[in-house]
């Protein structure tokens, strides 16, 4: 009863988040699989804490099981949230830095400029520089933006 109680819980604050206005497309089509995962990670969750916990029986499911089932469930959303919003963030650098003729220092300049809290390991990695050398630059345009 109490694993069947955290369920019901979840499960209607997934379905509050598919249709909330406020939720993203992309997070929107990943609940529905939420829904569907958290009960079979419950299931295997159980087989295995019955091996290690007399007082868990295989044939009902525990409350210890789903509420690891729900923290799995939590993570898997949580981590492709933080890819979704890392990728954006490399895809607005790029696009700040997009054209080709510039030297190193102004695609670092023009990154800055569009989102003065850009990521600079993110911009190091794609310009082929060092963090250091991202670092040194930022400095230097910070130095002629106050100069000015």
Known sequence: EEAKKLWVEKFNEITKKQNSDEENEYFKSMYPKQKS?????SFLL?????????????????KMSMEGAIKLSNYFVATAKKIKFENKQVDDIKKSIN?????IHDKIKDAYMANPNFNRSQLAEILDVSRQTVYNYVKKIK?????K
């Open 46 to 62: 159980n087989i295995l804490n019955s091996f290690f916990n007399e007082d868990v029986f295989v044939e009902e499911i525990h």
């Open 99 to 103: 054209r080709k003729s510039l030297s």
């Open 37 to 41: 995962y958290i009960p079979r990670f």
């Open 143 to 147: 130095e002629g933006i106050k100069n």
